[in-house]
């Protein structure tokens, strides 16, 4: 065991005004199997870059082991992947890295083919056998599960759970709640590690929000009866004032002595109270500081004539004489939240696109109701491109719509003005979420739309779907997104 410790760390990047962190100091012990959450664009990678020491920073790192960043950069897919795994790590022993593969399932025989060939969740699966071949370092896994379906999640979490000594980033509950014991969490002002997994942070985190909105409300009492003191008795002492020119009743002269030392009195209460308000706004500005946006958005579908929407009675799909899937037999009413699942090349994607009206071979029957209007959000984000407000005018939907969703899950304002190239993957796919749910449709198709979004936008989109209950078919592999929104599930 030692420590890695971090001490006044401060960096932003080049021609940035605002720093991503701020003499931030915290431990980080060598043996935690560490979870790594927080918003997109909040800087979990660049945290993870300056361990790696790529950027230059103020402050102090220190460390008595060395770090290695997953995934590995695979220069040439073409070779076999046992050469891949030896570029990776030289010196390795072929037992060992037959003892990892077990673990995780991979057959032998896929070291002898080429590491392009392997699907996308056999390539994570043997970088992090490759991974933990390393020996003396402190590990640095970033987003494992965006290739993995709901089975090899499962398998690589318990895999994770098994070692020890890495930082995690991923934004699936169940992955994090299995797999770690303690929590690094970028918040809107500061970083935090609390001893446990991510339920047990969430649970901490809304307890903590739930006091500061109290808090908060008892201030803004207390400020409003504290104005109105002040100005009463800025009142007061102003018409005492204006009575040292006077007479009084009786038409005697006025004691100015006395009146100009009760209206002083007065001042000097007028001012205590004021500065007690100011106090009271100062506590205030402390509270909310990490508590996520919540703004209420109004969203509404097309009702569609028929019930029935999307019908597939013995649907058997084929590519190039290949055969994906047999015999699927589902429908789609109005209401249906489904999920589709099945493993990786299972033909989930085959038969969203046979929905989207896309030519696929197929046979059996497949109905789809006249001018159903469908909103789909793909997989890829590569195509974005330009600002959000010609992005909007340009698919016709409502922009200040589609902005307060983004806003609600944490887009800052000065987003708004950038090239969507420029953004994060996270924050490309809630570009498109968000775009979907502004359309006017009567089915929303959304094809693996997690995919690198932080796990508080998720949330908030499925509070979002439980609470507008659009008709949806979905593929996703974060169980607990699915078993929060899917009214149905279909098995391929």
Not at 9 to 31: H, K, M, P, R
Not at 273 to 297: C, G, P, T, W, Y
Not at 308 to 329: A, M, P, T, W
Request: hydrophobic content about 35%; some cysteine; aromatic content about 10%.
């Amino acid at each position: 065991m030692s420590l890695i410790n971090i001490s006044n760390l401060t960096f932003a990047y080049d021609g940035s005004y605002d720093n991503i962190f701020e003499e931030v100091s915290f431990q980080i012990d060598t043996d935690w199997r560490l979870g790594f959450t927080g918003r997109n664009g909040r800087g979990k990678t660049t945290f993870m870059n300056l361990l790696l020491g790529k950027y230059e920073y103020s402050g102090t790192i220190s460390s008595q082991v060395s770090f290695e960043y997953f995934p590995f950069p695979v220069e040439d897919k073409e070779v076999n992947t046992i050469d891949v795994i030896g570029d990776i790590v030289p010196e390795y022993v072929h037992w060992e890295l037959m003892r990892e593969l077990t673990w995780l399932r991979v057959a032998e025989d896929v070291l002898y083919r080429s590491f392009a060939s392997l699907s996308n969740g056999e390539q994570t699966k043997v970088l992090l056998a490759a991974l933990f071949l390393k020996e003396n370092s402190f590990l640095l896994i970033d987003e494992p599960t965006n290739h993995l379906d709901m089975g090899a999640r499962s398998l690589v979490s318990d895999y994770l759970k098994s070692k020890s000594g890495f930082i995690l980033v991923s934004h699936d509950r169940s992955f994090l709640d299995n797999c770690v014991d303690h929590i690094l969490s970028i918040n809107r002002t500061d970083i935090e590690i609390q001893r446990g997994n991510f339920s047990t942070w969430w649970e901490n985190k809304q307890r903590q929000d739930q006091y500061e909105f109290a808090e908060n409300e008892k201030l803004k009492k207390d400020i409003k009866r504290l104005e109105e003191a002040a100005k009463r008795t800025s009142n007061w002492s102003h018409e005492v004032e204006k009575s040292k020119n006077g007479t009084r009743n009786s038409g005697s002269k006025v004691d100015k002595g006395y009146i100009g030392h009760k209206a002083a009195k007065m001042m000097k209460r007028s001012k205590s109270i004021e500065q007690r308000q100011q106090s009271a706004m100062d506590d205030k500005s402390k509270l909310l500081k990490n508590v996520e946006s919540a703004e209420s958005l109004k969203l509404t579908q097309l009702s569609y004539h028929k019930h029935q929407l999307v019908e597939l009675d013995h649907v058997s799909i084929f590519y190039e004489e290949k055969q994906i899937c047999s015999d699927v037999r589902f429908t789609i009413e109005q209401g249906d939240r489904i999920a589709l699942s099945g493993q990786n090349g299972s033909g989930k994607s085959s038969i969203i696109k046979l929905i989207c009206g896309e030519d696929i071979t197929y046979t059996g029957t497949f109905r789809r109701g006249s001018q159903l209007r469908i909103s789909y959000v793909s997989q890829d984000t590569s195509h974005l491109r330009g600002n959000l407000t010609d992005f909007a005018r340009t698919h016709g939907i409502n922009e200040s719509l589609f902005k307060a969703i983004l806003r609600k899950l944490d887009f800052a304002r000065v987003q708004f003005e950038k090239d969507m190239g420029d953004f994060s993957g996270g924050q490309k796919k809630k570009v498109l979420i968000a775009k979907s749910l502004c359309e006017p449709a009567h089915l929303h198709i959304w094809d693996e739309p997690l995919n690198f979004i932080d796990v508080i936008s998720r949330m908030q989109i499925e509070e979002l779907l439980l609470e507008f209950g659009p008709t949806l078919l979905f593929v996703e592999h974060d169980r607990e997104f699915c078993e929060q929104i899917a009214t149905k599930w279909v098995e391929l």
